[in-house]
């Protein structure tokens, strides 16, 4: 029998587009619109139920860590690829042949405050998230369960 090990994500969203505060009023939603193909397979192929999520305000001033939540149901496909009024609408994408996936995600918490993009490249200890690395724009990424456990443990 084959036990499947909790990973640990930093997901991506711009507070305007749709926020922590939104997560936590929503309580859940699907992590639709993603339209990068390492970003998607890491929700159709690598999240699973429990996985943990470090909630991440991007685009903003200033950018940074602002909650938790976790992975809430497995990847289905992406129904904004479908719908002609939508900004993620992809002409390619059939219900049959689906080219985009989401997960459900779930509010946990809400940081006291941000960790912010500046903070986590002082901090010895994170020196090595995907997060701070030069040209690393990918609105998901993994991260260590170590420094998961800092973030949340230090900052949550």
Not at 11 to 37: A, C, H
Request: glycine share 4%; with cysteine.
């Amino acid at each position: 029998m084959s036990t499947k090990t909790k990973k640990f994500w930093l997901m991506k969203s711009e507070p305007d587009v749709f926020s922590i505060d939104q997560l936590e009023t929503d309580k859940k939603t699907l992590w639709e619109g993603v339209r990068n193909y390492q970003a998607r397979n890491y929700m159709m192929n690598d999240m699973n139920i429990g996985d943990e999520i470090l909630f991440y305000h991007s685009s903003t001033d200033p950018s940074g860590i602002v909650g938790a939540a976790t992975v809430s149901q497995k990847a289905v496909p992406d129904a904004s690829q479908f719908n002609k009024k939508s900004e993620y609408f992809d002409p390619k994408a059939t219900k049959e042949k689906p080219i985009w996936y989401c997960v459900e995600v779930k509010y946990k918490s809400t940081f006291k405050k941000a960790l912010t993009l500046h903070e986590i490249k002082t901090i010895e200890a994170l020196k090595d998230m995907l997060v701070i690395r030069k040209g690393s724009r990918l609105s998901i990424q993994p991260v260590t369960d170590k420094d998961f456990n800092y973030i949340v443990k230090k900052h949550g």
